[in-house]
Nanobody
């Protein structure tokens, strides 16, 4: 009964910027981590950036210095600011969260539906 909804994808020129947002809703007790993955056609899904409940974060080496992940625990949201985008970063970007739901004793992962990011002139 948890839903992750992404927004902010679209078409951007090389060197441009986009800001992705993801909001989690439903019967949530706690969120251990939230982050972003991406998957290009014919490629394996890869981690872009992630955060933890204690404030830690990690990034793929290819995006360090250009992307910034942020999390608002009160709103159960996570954002990804993407700067200086490159054409090879065209992909579907997926929000992911590891969540403990109300009434459950186990955490599990949840995926958003994905949002398309296209970097092209």
């Amino acid at each position: 009964q948890v839903q992750l909804v992404e927004s902010g994808g679209g078409l951007v020129q090389p060197g441009g910027s986009l800001r992705l947002s993801c909001a989690a809703s439903g019967s949530i007790f706690s969120i251990n981590s939230m982050g972003w993955y991406r998957q290009a056609p014919g490629k394996q899904r890869e981690l872009v950036a992630a955060t933890t409940s204690w404030g830690g974060s990690n990034y793929a080496d290819s995006v360090k210095g250009r992307f910034t992940i942020s999390r608002d625990n009160a709103k159960n949201t996570v954002c990804l600011q993407m700067n200086n985008l490159k054409p090879e970063e065209t992909a579907v970007y997926y929000c992911y969260a590891y969540i403990l739901t109300r009434g459950s004793s186990l955490t599990r992962g949840y995926w958003g539906q994905g949002t398309q990011v296209t970097v092209s002139s």
